[in-house]
């Protein structure tokens, strides 16, 4: 699944000047897929959350960069924003940043820098992804575990733990060693209170995980089964397959 950019400018020209600079999109994982010369418009399409990336075209008279990325969050946007400028202008530079802009291009802007710029901001989505589904898999799989007064401690400590593991495998022996247990005591204590075994657990929240990153197009399956920790991919589609009755090819958009 392609990219969606946004292109944001301030004049009825510009579409045709930056043809050029955008063939280079040919072939690759972007696509500009609406261009709107009204700062109210382009406001309301950022916010609309359908689109990935935007670019916004700094033109005197208007300027409209910072406007339009301090009326859509600042630093807080979601979106990463890349500014073209037609000058190279340190002052507006500084402020766009300060406004959560990831890039600042000066014209005329290289074909390769172009590409950086979105390769970053390609990165920072896949980053923003996989921080979203994972949190999302979290809450879903301590969901389905028993609920009651007296569990959840236990269940806040071990979303803190879960959420300590974001970036790498949650063994039975680090789950044992955070709850202060040792490994046999730690497997008999889960089972005692959720009545399954902490390795059953997790990989349920793992394939809850990998089904959710590839739901959303952003992530091949090679990538799915690195970010998961498994051996090899064709060991992560043979776990999947068991636990899901498809392939991971088959659930990605």
């Not at 700062?39 to 309301?44: H, K, M, R």
């Not at 609920?147 to 733990?161: G, N, V, Y």
């Not at 991971?248 to 958009?253: D, G, L």
């Amino acid at each position: 699944m392609k990219l969606q950019i946004l292109v944001a400018d301030s004049g009825e020209h510009a579409a045709k000047n930056l043809n050029g600079l955008f063939s280079v999109l040919e072939d690759t994982d972007f696509v500009i897929s609406r261009h709107t010369t009204n700062l109210n418009e382009a406001v309301s399409l950022v916010l609309s959350k359908k689109f990935d990336i935007l670019l916004c075209i700094n033109r005197a008279p208007e300027y409209i960069a910072a406007k339009l990325l301090r009326l859509t969050g600042g630093s807080g946007r979601k979106i990463p924003a890349i500014i073209f400028s037609e000058q190279d202008d340190s002052q507006r530079m500084r402020e766009c940043f300060l406004l959560g802009a990831i890039d600042f291009l000066s014209d005329p802007v290289p074909p390769e820098d172009l590409l950086a710029a979105l390769t970053r901001a390609a990165s920072m989505i896949h980053e923003q992804l996989i921080e979203s589904e994972y949190r999302e898999a979290v809450g879903l799989a301590l969901a389905a575990l028993p609920q009651s007064e007296e569990l959840q401690p236990i269940l806040d400590k071990l979303r803190a733990f879960l959420q300590k593991m974001e970036h790498q495998t949650a063994t039975v022996e680090l789950a044992a060693d955070y709850f202060g247990f040792n490994r046999d005591y730690f497997g008999k204590y889960f089972k005692s209170k959720f009545s399954m075994t902490f390795g059953d657990f997790y990989k349920s929240l793992q394939i809850s995980y990998a089904k959710r990153l590839l739901e959303t197009g952003q992530f091949k399956v090679l990538e799915v089964s690195r970010l998961l920790g498994f051996s090899t991919p064709d060991y992560f589609t043979r776990v999947f397959k068991k636990h899901t009755g498809s392939v991971p090819s088959a659930v990605r958009k």
